[in-house]
């Protein structure tokens, strides 16, 4: 009996091993690294760069909504499944041609926002906002592709490795877009005395040319087999979904522009009548943005009705995935996945949009910051990643996710920790250690959660639709949060978002009586 025990422990033991050492893992890694690079470069080094130019704090915060194409990425992955790109998607396959294309996008954003000085001249700031914005397009546009061909490349039995390798990938190049991207622009001359548009502006053209890793990556690799299982629309289809996404598009933008003027007036007399400028522009903003998103649905169903756009079309490509996904779960339970998913990232994003300016403002210099938080906290990041996608193989997912919500708003104590002891490095690795820890424990298990809620015949849309959702509502608060630490300072504004991560928890328990997800890989790799 003992033998036999043993026996079955070896041969899961090897299993594991070689599931490890699968090369979709290793190709994970490098997607992750390419999918990593730019989102710092959007926020955190983003934010320095700013603040070192002399932009006040809250504008800095506000630059965070750049990377709200994260957000609304669930608007053009239905694009991203149709669409064939002329020639390379006959060269290259229907994934990695738009992996190509996205990642070129990437590179030349990154590029573009490396030619402008946002004290330099009248509207840099517009120019620069601009090139972040197609930053965060592009860098959707790839996550999709990536999500994609992650889920499409192995079985669910994978799915939690090869999450984990991607979390790894993705914190490395936060490592190198973070701590590297803040010792070269020191190196370079630009300390927060003697700013220096040129150390910036190399560092930024240093990261354009690191995405090669990505693309490299994309030319050798091969086309996963299983993403030819979701019927592809015909060209007149495709282009008609195109016309009707423009047309969207440009109505969604063109409301941006003609309220401006109206936005900026209602803040200021909303402000004065609650004594309180953050919550004065979070509902303005709000109802600017329910106002673009309601015109543009009016035109999309304007243009189905004279038949400019087929409505099987618009409902094989969004209603759905989204039909599927409440048939599958039932309406009450997919409401509840629905609000877990879009609240459990909460507590992270919301503090982490304004966590390196705190840094800065405590004193401590962009090497230090650079050491502890971009380096040492993204290494424990990935440690906390392969910790949770182990943990979530051998207890099952909703179990990790839990500990991983308890965790964030505990840890987010910890900043107020900080605040109160002020400069000290010994704290700061311990604030960021524990706080990065348990977001790469939560972070492996959230994706896996989310790929195992993914109908494979829906993938892109499907996912796209999850991570949106996960971001939405953080990003937006976390576009205010200079403006609620000016109004109620750090200690409180730490206690919030401890606070606001509380509901995730009760979201868990609740789900985790309502579904079962698939057997733990472990389980299942012994038999």
Not at 368 to 397: P, Y
Not at 438 to 451: E, N
Request: hydrophobic fraction near 55%.
């Amino acid at each position: 009996m003992d033998s036999r025990i043993a026996e079955k422990s070896t041969i899961s033991r090897s299993s594991r091993l070689k599931n490890a050492l699968d090369s979709r893992v290793v190709i994970m890694l490098f997607l992750g690294f390419s999918a990593g690079l730019p989102i710092l470069l959007i926020f955190g080094t983003l934010s320095v760069w700013l603040r070192e130019a002399g932009v006040q704090r809250s504008m800095v915060t506000y630059f965070s909504w750049a990377a709200l194409g994260y957000s609304f990425k669930f608007v053009w992955a239905p694009l991203v499944d149709q669409l064939k790109i002329p020639v390379l998607t006959h060269y290259l396959g229907r994934r990695r041609a738009w992996l190509l294309l996205s990642q070129c996008a990437v590179t030349y954003a990154i590029w573009m926002m490396s030619s402008v000085d946002p004290v330099g001249s009248e509207g840099a700031l517009v120019r620069l906002a601009i090139a972040a914005v197609l930053l965060g397009f592009a860098s959707a546009t790839q996550d999709i592709v990536i999500d994609a061909f992650r889920i499409e490349s192995a079985s669910a039995q994978l799915q939690a490795l090869l999450s984990s390798s991607y979390i790894a990938g993705y914190r490395i190049a936060m490592i190198i877009a973070g701590a590297g991207g803040l010792f070269l622009a020191e190196w370079l001359g630009s300390v927060q005395a003697d700013y220096s548009f040129t150390a910036w502006s190399s560092t930024y053209r240093v990261m354009a040319g690191l995405m090669l890793i990505g693309i490299v990556t994309t030319l050798v690799i091969g086309e996963p087999q299983r993403s030819g299982q979701m019927q592809v629309a015909t060209p007149l289809e495709n282009m008609r979904l195109l016309i009707l996404f423009g047309f969207c598009v440009s109505v969604f933008i063109g409301c941006y522009v003609f309220t401006r003027d109206w936005s900026n007036s209602a803040v200021t007399h909303l402000a004065g009548l609650l004594d309180n400028k953050p919550l004065a522009s979070f509902l303005v903003e709000t109802t600017r943005l329910s106002f673009a998103v309601l015109a543009a649905w009016f035109v999309a169903k304007a243009l189905i009705l004279i038949r400019v756009v087929s409505g099987e079309i618009v409902d094989k490509s969004y209603i759905s995935p989204v039909r599927d996904f409440f048939t599958r779960y039932g309406t009450s339970v997919a409401l509840i996945l629905l609000g877990l998913i879009g609240l459990y990232r909460i507590s992270d994003i919301v503090l982490g949009v304004i966590s390196t300016v705190f840094y800065y403002e405590l004193g401590f210099s962009k090497s230090e910051i650079a050491s502890a938080s971009k380096a040492f906290g993204v290494v424990m990041t990935i440690v906390g990643g392969f910790l949770g996608g182990i943990l979530a193989l051998k207890f099952g997912v909703l179990r990790i996710l839990l500990v991983g919500a308890v965790l964030s708003a505990l840890t987010n104590l910890l900043f107020l920790w900080l605040a109160q002891i002020g400069y000290s490095m010994p704290a700061l690795y311990v604030v960021i250690g524990a706080d990065n820890l348990s977001a790469g424990l939560a972070s492996a298990a959230f994706v896996a959660f989310l790929s195992a809620l993914t109908n494979i015949r829906f993938t892109a849309v499907q996912f796209a639709i999850f991570t949106s959702l996960m971001t939405l509502l953080p990003k937006i608060l976390g576009g205010y949060s200079g403006g609620i630490v000016d109004s109620i300072g750090y200690p409180s504004f730490f206690v919030m978002t401890a606070l606001i991560g509380l509901p995730v928890i009760f979201l868990i328990t609740i789900a985790s009586k309502k579904i079962e997800l698939e057997t733990p890989v472990v389980e299942e790799v012994s038999k």
